[in-house]
């Protein structure tokens, strides 16, 4: 058929149109342009367009153009074969709107269908595309909700259905990829169609328009058309007419056209539409050919990446290599049927597929593959089967199933291609990114970051999960957070942070990276929640992501999602919930929640209960809090900022040190910037510094609830001392100076911290004096800097600094001090390499120091200087640069004299300078006398000068100021600039006798700001004595205006002479403002701080003098030295008065500064401070500032410093004196624990309360509160007993004491009435504390007149410290034993047990039978502990008591200490007393118990039976135990004496054996470090075949043993090798295996492993570790050695001597001689003692000077060899040249050889020729 000559003509104003750009975009120049053979000249036009349009293509696509063209002419103008080079796939850059394609439903969403398209494409089906009709009905819904209900799409479309569709538009979907919008409607589908062009037999696409009696009408997109459907032909499709609804697709079959095509009959029978094909006469052409159509073909060409087809009688189409069947094998000339996939109407390309399930009647497309859902699976061990270049490779998969990879999928996308290296890989991995139906093929891609991503699908992702993500964009409800490109999840409103964000925008942009946690995740609808929340992200709880994670008692961290008025519902992870009711809200009542929670709170909550299968849980906020509250009452170890401290290195990181501070071992950091005010010091330190080292002078700066910081800067640790800090922001204000560091450095300033936490900003315009462009060439991190306060911030609590120069006062002498720092803290640096470092050179090193002169031999001269030679620093390389060689004209050999500039121990290079000005004769230097200096070297932070013609050097540093910075080059110092010095002292101590000078640039405009006051005065020395005018008078100082103009200051101890000091005067009153007094210097202060200045050095100059007015000092004539704190400390003695000056009370500790001279303050705790309790509320209004006080010295010390005084007159605590004491705990159990001044404490027992006994005695007393005491006794470690009674503490006035007290059991009598405190109740009885030392009992017959069960009943009446009246019945004087009585009848006072009880009565006579058994025995120790032990909760208390030294009872019973001294006294007295009173041995108790038997099991002998009845009692009679005659007794008491002392000398006896696990533990609890225990454990365990046991031990030793003890651990490691090795796997023992080698040092490891393997016989693993280790270790001598004696072991001789050969390769040259000789000794042991020996004779031979060698080699011949070889051996050895010292050792060996083996004649021989030898050296000496 003809094509029409409309296409024609508009085929060439296309082209007239469009001259050089071509029309629209062409795929690509390999596709066919496909059109009738008839028209030539079209396919040459088209051709062209083509080409034209390519020019602008890639460089790899133009030189195949280049080609076509050529073809093109060749071909004259015919170009089907040419374009028929390449098939390529329908790639997404060709797919042009209006472009036609076949379609297969994917999935259906409310709005949207997805589709598949071919070639691996998708497209996106609207609602709106569908057909007029649906999209009316749905306008019509939107208006009207009355009418009729409208189909959705999930009814009209299901995955798998195939579509006619075209490409409505192209979209830019958000991350600039292509989004392709399809359309279904029939009117954009056939718009080529006509109603003349419609013919019977053709398959068209249309959608269901309304549905009427007989049928429906079928809307085709044909206007003019009418199409019906009629019914009949519905029901062929299915039974029910009622299936086809309005917008319904189908595709039908024209059955009959009628009118002109103006009526159109269908019908829909799948069968009858999968069998048509498209026939030539029904009118197709390129115009209106449609997708889906069934035709038949025939094959033009077949390449390798597809096909080209012929249909239609004169169409081309192509089938890529996805739509040719992989069963069949194509030729040239097969028939084909063929469905037609896409057109494209501008190229006039069509593509077609031969896959039989678009071509087969009956098939149809799977919309998933067989084998489920595999997008986002990882595929391993993939093979490459063809590469198609231009559009992608397959690849098969382990299971045979094929996928493709699309080309932008072979590579990542910012590489260039190569696909050759790519087909040439063996396997690959690839990532499944999904199933395209239309093609039934997995795509996949071979991108490594596309597989690499850990999130992929949404069932990657699990609940609890952190993720990172990017904003993608924010909404009312939420904000969207994309975690991938596919995947995206919502964070909703609540959950954008910890609180609700009134402006979320503020805080989040759009592409902001944020890290979230998920909440939940729905991977079928692929919904996916996160959440913000910062408490949430950082929990370190276990997390609830299922009811059966929340088990009871569990804690976890959930928000609060719904608040009612019964509690609160919160919510955690995967949507579990439970409810807090209200009861559980808070320890407070809550009334109303919705007060105290908000929604999206997150809190802590502890599962109450949980039932998973119901899915409910009760929660609780209370039980957390408590349980939290519980925790934090145990007292942390803390450390306050400003202390002074010493630590321990525990670890060395990047950035700092991690210490633990003795003596606690409290963890703190110690930032490596911390380590020093000088940059460049604090990583020769850190280098320095090793694990264990104990680091000292350091002091707390800041901590915080994770860490405690501390730091060694001098200037930060000074600010601390002195209190030169704000503590919190409060106390910072505007012009207020502080030390600091630089903490971050920023473009718009730096922040400097300052100590408590406190961080400035110091802004970019308050940095420097000059303008500064950069922030970061300014200050380094870590500088220690001064800073001014400028502005404040109270709301946001921030404030802003300033670091100018000019701005801030640097205290006067600060510079020197910090020299004299920094030289200090580099001295110990090299003193510590030194020490680490044994070698000789490096401690040599170490001594030497600037200005030392050496004795020097020239090296070499090069141009740069020269290098020297000492016989001293051998190995030390020394230098001079050329400057320091200049006018000396040096030959090699030269001898030279040298000063030392520097010396770097690190490198050991020393640089040396021989100038004849430096070399000179040093000249001496006056103080204060001014030079010009010259620099010599520079080494970073300090800089060494020399000082004109004197021949002196000393050190400066090159910065004058801490706030100093060399913004340029040429501000910053170099060698051989000039400086103007002044000398402050001429040979400095702390600088190793170098002078101390103060230095500035020669050019006047860098000299140094002076302080505002000082109007430049240069300050004034000590002892100058000057006039001033009084300025101001303070109660502690007077300030003093000098006549120059300065400052000074006269502290309160200077005014007069100490004579003339009344006390409670006020010193400084008696000077008035502006008179003019006469004033000598004594030191100095800074103007900043006022700290007094060392006096160590008397000559630096000061801001501020401090000055004296005492008239004895003002004598010039005598010369008074100055005292330094330290001498004015030592001349101090505890004990003595002194004068001193109220100086500062501390409100917090209630304790009071009390300064006693200048330099030294000592301090006066409350308890010193006042003797009235009355006086404690208001300490400090007894005393005022300046304000002159008697005190005695309590405590004194230099080291560490500490100055403690009294103002009570007493300075020690003695007995029997009184004291104030503060309560610091209240225990029922002793009474009372009290703090006592001086560092004493003590306890009150409850009856020294009070000399008339109160009930209740310790419910008058608090915490804190202060009591007078008397001390009655001390027991050494400064713990006294007290007494609070008034007869005690002021016998005078006291009335007559009610309860005495009583000291002794003599006091006491039979009869007498006694009141007492219940101690506890047991079933020995009631415990009455009468005394502080003495406890009755009364028995519990004796207790009441009532019958009870058990004693607890007595107990719950009578608690401790019950007040009662009891008579005394019985007292053992020798036993110390009161019996008691609480009877009503003895005490006159009621029964104990109240009548309401209802119990009954004692009978008469019962008591008596019971006291009589009763008194005949006390009771044992063992009893009595456990009769007190035996109330509940006391058990703990009762022991420790006993160690307050506050009586617990135990010992009255029965004191072992003093019975035992008792029979030492009167040996005779055991003897008189009678078998009845006579208590069993200490060992044996009447009940017969053994020491092996817990306590716990014992039945006290007392315990007779106590029935519930009386009758049990009235038994108890009969049940008595036999008595035993005396000799029995003492036979008992002997053979237990006996065992006793036998079991004490075995737990003595090291030497034996523990026997069971109780054993060990003991011996590990004393030496836990000892491996050999540990080893015995694990050999114990072992024994028994208790193999899980041993291991335990042994994990157990290797967490013990402390990490010092490398070797003691690695004894632990070797063991649990072997124990792997003889019980477990081969699996077992390797990991042990790399366990030990991660954490020992590996080689020894690898070497105890092997000689494990070989000791059991496991030569293969021996030999695989040995050959692992001569790879690791190949350096290491050792290893080789024992590689080669396990080969000779083995037999293996050839084996190591290749061996050999390789260590000799692998090891330094210098070792070569001794290995080759110990393989020769191994040869001699173990393999050919012929070959050792030939190995010894070639080394000896290249070095006979060897003699230790020849020695080994006489040994192991006299062991080894024949009597010939030796004896040759040996006149070889005495002939070698060397000392005649080593040839008289080998003639001594000879003799030694042949007296033992040789005989008489052979033993001569060898005199002779000793006489030989010694005659032979004479005369070569006498030559």
Known sequence: MLQTPETTSSMASVEEDFPRGGTSRKPTESKIVVQRTEVDNLFQSNEQTETKKRKGASKE????????????????????????????????????????????????????????????????????????????????QLDSPDTEEICSLQHLFHPGMVLRCVVDRLDIAKGGSLSIQLSINPKTVNKSLSSSTLKAGMVLSGCVESSEDHGCIVDVGVSGTKAFLPKSAITVKSNNPEELKVGQYVTCLVEAVKNDGRVVHLSVDPRAVAQTCAQANQGWNLTNILPGLLVKAAVKKVTKHGMFLDFLSSFSGQVDFLHTEQTSSYSEGDQVRACVLYVEPSSRLVGLSLRSYLVQPGTSVDSTPADGDRAGEVVKGCSMTALHHMSGAVLEMPDKTLAFVHRNHLKESNEPSNENRVLAMSEHTCRILNFSPMDQIHFVSLRKSVIDKPFYRYQD????????GKVSVLLSHGMVVH?????????????????????????YSEGMKVKCRVLSVDAQNKKLYLTRKKALIDSSLRLFLSYSDARPGRVSHGYIVCIKDFGCIVRFYNNVKGLVPLSELSSEPVVSPEDVFYVGQVLKA?????????????????????????????????????????????????????????????????????????????????????????ISNLICFNKNKQNISVTKKPTVRWSLEEGVVAKDFSEITVGRQLIGWIKNIMSYGVFVEFPYGLVGLAPKSAMTDKFLSDTTAAFQLGQTVVAKVTNLDEEKRRFLVTLKVSEVISPAGDAQTRLINGLQERKAVNEMLAVRDSSELRQQLAALSAGQKLKLTVDAVKDSGATFKSDDLSSATIQATKYHVMGVNLTAGQKVTAVVLHVDIMSTCVHVSIISKLVAKKKSLTEGSNHTAMIQYIDKDFAVISLDDTAQLTMIQTSSHLNEVL??????????????????EPSCEEMQGLPLVAWQRSAPKRQRTT?????????????????????????????????????????????????????????????????????????????????????????????????TLIPSKMDASVDFKPVTAKEKLNSLKVGEEITGFVSKFHPDRKSLDITTDPCVTGTVELLAMITDPKDAGHPEKLYKLGQAVRVKVVEVSVKPHRFVLSLTGVYKLEEGSTTLGMVTKILPQVGLHVKLPFGGVGTVSVTDLADAYKPNPLDTYSKDQLVRCSLLGNNNNNKWQLSLRPSRLNPQQAKPVKDLEVESVAQLKVGQMIRGYVKSVGEQGVFIRLSRSITGRAQLQKSTKYLFGKHK???????????????????????????????????????????????????????????????????????????????????????????????????????????????????????????????????????????????????????????????????????????????????????AEKALVQREAELMDPSLRPEDAAAFERLLLASPNSSLLWLQFMAHHLQATQIEQARAVAERALKTISFREEQEKLNVWVALLNLENMYGTEESLKKVFERAVQFCEPMPVYQQLADIYAKSDKTKEAEGLYKMMVKRFRQNKAVWLSYGTFLLQQGQSDAASGLLQRALKSLPSKESVDVIAKFAQLEFRYGDAEKGRSMFDKVLTSYPKRTDLWSVFIDLLVKHGAQKDIRALFDRVIHLSVSVKKIKFFFKRYLEYEKKHGTPQSIQSVKEKAVEFVEAKGTEAAN
């Not at 003596?663 to 694990?691: F, G, K, Y």
């Open 1011 to 1107: 302080s505002e006051n000082q109007s430049g005065s240069k300050g004034h020395c000590f002892g100058e004595i000057l006039q001033g005018k009084v300025r101001t008078v303070k109660p502690t100082c007077i300030q003093v205006t000098l006549e120059d103009g300065s400052t000074g200051s006269v502290h309160v101890s200077e005014v007069m002479e100490a004579a003339d000091v009344c006390m409670k005067s006020f010193p400084t009153s008696s000077v008035k403002v502006g008179s003019v007094v006469t004033a000598r210097v004594i030191g100095g202060r800074e103007a900043s701080s006022h700290r007094f200045l060392p006096f160590s050095h008397p000559k630096f100059t000061y801001n501020i003098c401090e000055l």
């Open 1353 to 1535: 009943v007595l107990s719950e009446h009578l608690p401790p410290n019950m007040l009662l009246t009891t008579k005394i019945l019985s007292i053992n004087r020798e036993e110390e034993l009161v019996d008691l009585s609480l009877l009503p009848a003895d005490t006159g006072k009621p029964d104990v047990l109240p009548e309401s009880l209802g119990l009954p009565l004692r009978p008469a006579g019962e008591e008596k039978k019971h006291d009589t058994k009763k008194k005949k025995r006390p009771l044992s120790d063992s009893e009595q502990k456990q009769a007190e032990s035996q109330i509940p909760k006391k058990k703990k208390k009762t022991r420790k008591s006993k160690t307050d030294d506050s009586d617990s009872g135990v010992e009255v019973y029965f004191r072992e200490e003093e019975e035992e001294e008792k029979e030492d006294e009167e040996p005779h007295s055991a003897k008189q007393v009678s078998s009845s009173s006579a208590g069993p041995s200490r060992l044996q108790v009447a009940a017969g118990f053994s020491w092996d038997v817990g306590l716990s099991s014992l039945k006290p002998a007392s315990a007779a039976q106590e029935g519930d009845s009386s009758d049990g009692e009235d038994h108890d009679g009969g049940t008595k135990p036999q008595k035993k005659s005396r000799h029995e007794l003492e036979q008992e008491k002997k053979v």
């Open 483 to 507: 975690i991938s490109d596919h995947i995206k999840g919502l964070v909703p409103r609540t959950h954008l942070s910890d609180i609700v964000l009134k402006n979320p925008e503020k805080k």
């Open 606 to 694: 502890k599962v109450l209960q949980c039932d998973s299968d119901k899915a409910k849980m009760v929660l609780s906020f209370k039980a957390v809090s408590e349980g939290e509250t519980e925790e934090a009452a145990k007292p942390a170890l803390d450390c306050e900022v400003g202390k002074r401290l010493e630590a321990k290195l525990l670890k060395k990181s990047v950035n700092g040190l991690e210490v633990a501070i003795l003596p606690e071992e409290i963890r703190a950091v110690l930032p490596t910037m911390h380590l020093s005010d000088h940059v460049s010091n604090c990583p020769a330190l850190w280098e320095s510094l090793q694990e264990g080292d104990v």
């Open 967 to 984: 913004l340029s080059e040429s501000y910053k110092l170099k060698a051989g600039m000039t400086l103007t010095v002044e000398v402050i």
């Open 61 to 140: 696509d133009g030189t195949k153009l280049k080609k076509q063209k050529t073809v093109d002419k060749k071909e004259d103008g015919l170009t089907l074969n040419t374009a028929a080079k390449c098939v390529e796939i329908l790639h997404i850059k060709n797919v042009k709107e209006g472009m036609l394609m076949l379609g297969c439903v994917k999935e259906v969403t409310d709005f949207e269908v997805t589709v598949s398209l071919p070639c691996g494409l998708q497209g996106f089906l609207s609602i709106k595309n569908i057909c007029d009709s649906y999209a009316k009905l749905l306008s019509e």
């Open 461 to 468: 992702l699990q609940a609890g999960q952190i993720v990172e």
